[in-house]
C-alpha cells in the first residue's frame, strides 16, 4: 500500500513502521474490509493490466508502470538512501525503498499462492538488513517476481486483496502500479529531483484513490457524514463527484451531482493532493465553493 500519513490540505507528520506494525495495520485492514463486503462503487472500474484506451472506465498497462517507476526508485536509492522524504521526520528514500521492496515480495506470492494467500506472508519474509549491499538485487528480484506473476496469471483470476470488491488479480496490478507512481514522488522531493506522470496515468491515479481508498478509510473508522465534493482535470477531460452524505460510506460518480465543494487542477496535481503530497496552495489548484469544509478532510478522509 501506499502510506498517507498527510491529507489535503494540511499535512501531518509520521512514524515509521516497525515489520509488525505494518503487519497489524494491513491485517486489521483487511479484516474490516471483509466486514464491508457489502462496498461497491456506484459505477464499474476497470482495473485489467493492458494496453490504455481513451475512456472514462481507463485501463493502463500497468506492468510497464510497475516496471518503470520501480527503476527509479532503485537508481534513486543507488545515488542517495539517506535522503529524507519531505513529509515525514523519519523516513528516508532507503524505508521508501524498502517498504516498496517488502510489497513486492509479498504481493508476488499472494498472487502465486491465490486465493487463499494474504498479508500474512510478510511476518515470514526475509529482508536484507539495513543497508545491506545484497538490497538492490533483494529488490529487483522482488519486482521480477511480482511482474512475472503479474503478466501471466489471468487478471480475472481470484485472488485476496485487503479491499473485498477488488479480490482479482487485475486489482493488484492497478495497486502496485500507484503503489510506485506515489512513492516515486517521494523520492524525487527526497533527492529534490522533478517529478511528472503522464496524466492519463495521474488521473487513473485519482480514480482508484477516490473509489477504493476513500471507501477502505470511511468504512475503517465509521467516518462521519460529510459534503459532495468534485475533483475536476484540467488537462483531461475527466471529473468525478464525490458524496460522502452517507457516515461510514461513499459513492464515487462521473455523473454530475451537486457539489458543496470543488476542487480543479492538473491531473497530476489532484493525485498528490488525494494522497497528501501537497498542499492545495502548493500547485495552484483551484478551489471553490464551502472551502472551509475542507479542513475536515482528516475526519473526512482518515488517513490508513
Known sequence: ??????????????????????????????????????????????????????????????????????????????????????WSDRWTVGTVARHVAATHHVVAEVVRGRPDADFGLFAELQTPP??????????????????????????????????????????????MAFEAVVHRWDIDAAQRQDFSVAPQI????????????????????????GPTMSFECSDRSERWWLDLSERGGRIVSRDPRDASVRIRGTAEQLLLIVWGRVLISDVGAEVSGDVEELDRWSELIPPM
Open 202 to 225: 495521474a488521473a487513473d491515479g485519482v480514480d482508484e484513490f477516490l473509489d477504493v481508498f476513500v471507501a477502505a478509510s470511511r468504512a475503517t473508522h465509521d467516518a462521519a457524514a
Open 130 to 175: 539495513k543497508d545491506s549491499p545484497e538490497f538492490v538485487e533483494w529488490f529487483r528480484s522482488g519486482t521480477v517476481s511480482l511482474l512475472g506473476q503479474l503478466s501471466s496469471v489471468p487478471a480475472e483470476d481470484e485472488c485476496w486483496s485487503w479491499f473485498a470488491p477488488g479480490c482479482r488479480v487485475g486489482w493488484w496490478a492497478r495497486r
Open 1 to 86: 500500500m501506499s502510506l498517507r500519513r498527510g491529507a489535503a490540505p494540511e499535512r501531518s507528520q509520521s512514524i515509521e513502521y516497525s515489520a509488525q506494525e505494518l503487519l497489524d495495520e494491513l491485517l486489521f485492514r483487511a479484516e474490516m474490509m471483509e466486514k464491508d463486503r457489502c462496498l461497491r462503487s456506484e459505477r464499474r472500474v476497470v482495473i485489467l493490466a493492458g494496453p490504455f484506451e481513451e475512456h472514462p472506465d481507463v485501463t493502463l498497462d500497468y506492468i510497464s508502470i510497475i516496471s518503470d517507476e520501480t527503476s527509479r526508485i532503485v537508481d534513486a536509492y543507488e545515488r542517495d538512501r539517506n535522503a529524507a522524504v519531505p
